[in-house]
């Protein structure tokens, strides 16, 4: 499921996983710092066999075995392969907004526009494995829970009404064209031209395109 074709899901203010890792870590309990240590070990692992294997290629056995656990003891940190991958989506939605979020970008719309569309554009290509589990349906059966996916209803909540409206593309129409080009670019550069430039110097141009059909209507 891609969290930039989502203009229409509601936002919420329900917890992140790691959102509630994050409150565990900071509560003084020893116990509750281990563990939320643990869990980012076991997702860390899993991107590292998704990175080497490709996402299919992530087991929990060999996450276990990786992080020195039996798999018994792993269903401590994830119910099961789906919530693993939950976990994974939820780093990975996490790092997307905290990249393209906290980056320092110019504060004129039209700049500020091409600085985040880059910025979304460069992180997800980055990461073959990480692009795949953020914009397309590449795991069978899987869905993002509700306090994963709230990650990416605020990452699309911000790029709204902090870089479209004030550009005058603030509506549902605009954010879906604008989801469906910047998804589309970040497909084509992985595709095709994977740690290369050939679609991503092609933002500016597309960007020029969105705007002005905007302003046409």
Do not use: C
């Amino acid at each position: 499921m891609s969290f930039l074709m989502s203009a229409e899901l509601p936002i919420n203010d329900r917890l992140s996983i790691i959102d509630s890792l994050s409150f565990m870590a900071t509560a003084g309990d020893p116990r509750k710092e281990r563990r939320a240590a643990r869990h980012r070990q076991i997702v860390d692992t899993a991107w590292e066999l998704a990175r080497e294997n490709g996402l299919g290629g992530v087991t929990l056995h060999e996450v276990a075995r990786r992080v020195g656990l039996r798999q018994p003891s792993l269903y401590a940190y994830v119910p099961d392969k789906l919530g693993l991958y939950d976990a994974m989506f939820a780093a990975a939605a996490q790092a997307l907004l905290d990249d393209v979020t906290l980056a320092d970008h110019p504060t004129d719309p039209r700049a500020r526009l091409l600085s985040v569309t880059t910025a979304i554009a460069r992180f997800s290509s980055a990461d073959v494995a990480r692009q795949q589990l953020l914009f397309t349906p590449a795991v069978p059966g899987f869905v993002p829970s509700p306090g994963s996916f709230a990650l990416a209803e605020r990452f699309l909540a911000w790029v709204v009404t902090e870089v479209l409206e004030p550009v005058g593309a603030g509506e549902p129409d605009d954010v879906d064209l604008y989801s469906a080009l910047v998804a589309g670019l970040i497909l084509q550069q992985v595709a095709n031209d994977p740690g290369g430039e050939r679609w991503l110097r092609r933002i500016p141009e597309v960007l020029a395109l969105f705007l002005n059909r905007g302003q046409g209507r």
